[in-house]
């Protein structure tokens, strides 16, 4: 059963951003259509057995998380909704696209504009500083660097003063802010995340969990975190188990 996922999502985000981050590319009308949607979609590595997901929509705005036991297939899901990983069977839209009906560089580039991606151990490019690894970001989705803007969703993390440091002078905490500041900087319809708080104490934990929601809702982006951690179960109204 199709199971439709929503989260009080609304027209515009609080700061007016429009629905979609770039219209040229998205020119049709996603304020009555799901964000995110994946249809009878099945996975298989080489000689393992094929994984089957459930069918489900999120509407822009909306807050889902995937969750199950470890082998379940949580990050395939995740990669797969992403475009990390071709789509073998079944069908993942994102404001209306198929993704499998892009080519690989299309899809890097849809991705680039639309997906924003926390991993759970994120790397950066450690040639460039702490503000210019959003710039990069921002250019590769959106085709410009915005240094104002970068800075302004670091200040939003608290993070205002590494702004010039290089990476790999962070706190682990410090670059998972960098991390989201990045998944945010094209400012994408839906931001996905892996297993963000896993390796967390509770109150690190619930701070990521947080900074996520509230950057994302002032985005108006869908939030899409894959975890096994059940302290995230009670954030979340919708839930979809593998």
């Known amino acids: 059963m ?3 996922l929503t989260d009080g999502g609304s027209e515009k985000a609080a700061n007016g951003l429009p629905l979609t981050a770039h219209p040229e590319i998205l020119p049709f009308d996603v304020e009555n259509q799901p964000i995110l949607k994946s249809s009878q979609l099945k996975y298989s590595y080489p000689g393992q057995p094929e994984i089957s997901f459930p069918d489900f929509v999120c509407d822009r705005g909306g807050h889902l998380l995937i ?7 949580k990050t395939t ?6 475009g990390l990983l071709r789509v073998q069977k079944g069908d993942v839209e994102i404001a209306g696209k198929n993704l499998k009906d892009f080519s690989q560089a299309e899809l890097d580039r849809f991705r680039g504009r639309h997906v924003g991606l926390v991993f759970q151990q994120p790397r950066f ?19 410009k660097s915005d240094r104002s803007a970068a800075l302004g969703l670091l200040e939003s993390l608290g993070i205002a003063d ?3 440091k290089p990476t790999g002078e962070l706190s682990g905490g410090e670059r998972q802010r960098l991390a989201i500041a990045r998944a945010l900087a094209a400012k994408p319809a839906v931001v996905m995340a892996d297993e963000p708080t896993s390796s967390l104490d509770d109150e690190n934990a619930e701070l990521v969990y947080n900074l996520l929601a509230r950057e994302s809702s002032d985005y108006n982006a869908a939030l899409v ?15 979809v188990e593998l």
Request: charged share 15%; net charge positive; proline share 0%.
């Open 2 to 4: 199709l199971q439709k």
């Open 67 to 73: 969750t199950g036991n470890s082998g379940t297939g």
């Open 77 to 82: 899901l995740l990669h797969l909704l992403s």
């Open 125 to 143: 490019i450690s040639s460039l500083s702490v503000i210019d690894n959003i710039g990069a970001a921002q250019y590769f989705g959106a085709g």
């Open 162 to 164: 590494k702004a010039s």
């Open 225 to 239: 975190v894959v975890s096994h951690d059940g302290r995230l179960k009670e954030k979340f109204q919708n839930r």
